[in-house]
């Protein structure tokens, strides 16, 4: 899902307008992961289903730059199909790429330096977590892989549910959602030493995705369908001791950053593709909705578009709100935003459907 001009960066200067767009050069061969003028933002665009054009765009927060295409400018070829995933991990990028059914290493400036393709019975696949010397991903076929940080070689196999999603480290194990296509309801909690499954709780139908506040294990579920493709897109508490699961908010979106949780909740007529987004927060101390806006200024834009992606930098806890290219097809938007719900930039990513991203903290 992704259409761009290649080589080409918009360097939007805002008081809410584009201000110039020009061209500009991050380096020729790369920027060097040292340099606090190299590209602190790695977006991955998904791209359109079977078309092979997933990519990566580059975004230095400082000077308000966005390099689209940058995995083709440095590798001479798209990710391929469908980019599903994509992590910072000592130094280096790991992606996943579903449709192509292979996840890569790239060094800093985008060059890929080892890939690992899986075969059918392997599965294809689908999300990422990293603990010291390993890379963990889960596969449709019902396994986590344990793969070294160094090659991705595959040591181990974990077995888990049907079509596996999101997977995280919570203290010394993975917790890993298992969707089921829509017919699962468990998290499987997996032991770091032995890699064995040792336990799973009952959470919400079709489990998505993990969010992390600081010992707090939140999970977005889709739900349960109903006749006509619908879900409520629960959201939940998970204590991992007690493996009980609790309903805190419906969310379709949600990221956290010092103990308050983002949300959005989308409404889409897909016969038209309107679409209604509600943003509001959650504190996880109180236990307690704010349904006011977090966003200082609501645009049209935001309010009306398909919320494709929400992130949080770690470092500085600026929200990145991606939206879909029309129809799934044409470039994506991003809209960064400050702590304070200021809209800081708002730019074009150079790719269709922006749903990942990656943050570099080049000061550490």
């Known amino acids: 899902m992704k259409k761009v001009s290649r080589g ?3 360097a939007c200067f805002v008081g809410f307008v584009l201000a110039s767009c020009e061209p500009i050069n991050l380096g020729g061969g790369g920027v060097s992961s040292t340099e606090m003028s190299g590209p602190d933002v790695f977006i991955l665009c998904e791209g359109t289903y079977g078309a092979n054009n997933a990519d990566i765009s580059v975004y230095k927060s400082d000077s308000l730059l966005c390099q689209g295409e940058y995995y083709m400018l440095q590798n001479g070829q798209y990710l391929g199909d469908t980019g599903q995933d994509i992590l ?4 280096h990028i790991y992606v996943s790429v579903y449709g192509s059914s292979y996840v890569a290493k790239l060094d800093m400036e985008g060059r890929e330096l080892a890939r690992y393709s899986f075969s059918p019975n392997e599965g294809q696949p689908r999300y990422l977590t990293a603990d010291g010397d390993y890379i963990y991903v889960t596969l449709y076929s019902g396994k986590v892989a344990k793969m070294k940080t160094t090659d991705l070689s595959v040591v181990d196999y974990a077995p888990v549910g049907k079509n596996p999603e999101d997977i995280v480290v919570y203290k010394e194990q993975l917790l890993v959602a298992n969707s089921g296509w829509g017919y699962d309801n468990r ?3 997996i032991d770091l030493v032995s890699f064995d499954s040792i336990s799973s709780i009952t959470v919400e139908w079709n489990p998505q995705q993990f969010i992390m506040s600081d010992d707090s294990v939140y999970l977005l579920a889709n739900g349960q369908y109903d006749e006509n493709w619908n879900c409520d897109y629960p959201v939940q508490h998970v204590d991992v001791e007690t493996g009980v699961a609790r309903t805190i908010a419906h969310a379709t979106q949600a990221v ?7 949300m959005c909740y989308s409404t889409t007529d897909w016969a038209t593709y309107a679409t209604e987004n509600t943003f509001f927060t959650y504190d996880v101390s109180s236990a307690a909705i704010d349904s006011a806006s977090f966003l200082y200024d609501e645009t049209e834009e935001l309010a009306s578009n398909s919320i494709y992606m929400m992130e949080v930098n770690p470092n500085n806890g600026e ?4 939206l879909a290219g ?3 097809v044409s470039s ?5 935003i400050g702590r304070d719900g200021q809209l800081i930039h708002r730019f ?3 790719g269709a459907n922006p749903n990942q991203a990656a943050f570099i903290d080049y000061k550490r």
């Open 8 to 10: 080409v960066i918009c």
């Open 88 to 91: 910072y991990h000592k130094d």
């Open 187 to 189: 998290v499987t909690v």
């Open 256 to 262: 956290a950053y010092d103990g308050t949780l983002y």
């Open 319 to 322: 929200l990145y709100i991606g």
């Open 326 to 328: 029309t129809k799934f």
């Open 332 to 336: 994506g938007m991003i809209h960064r």
């Open 348 to 350: 074009d990513v150079q």
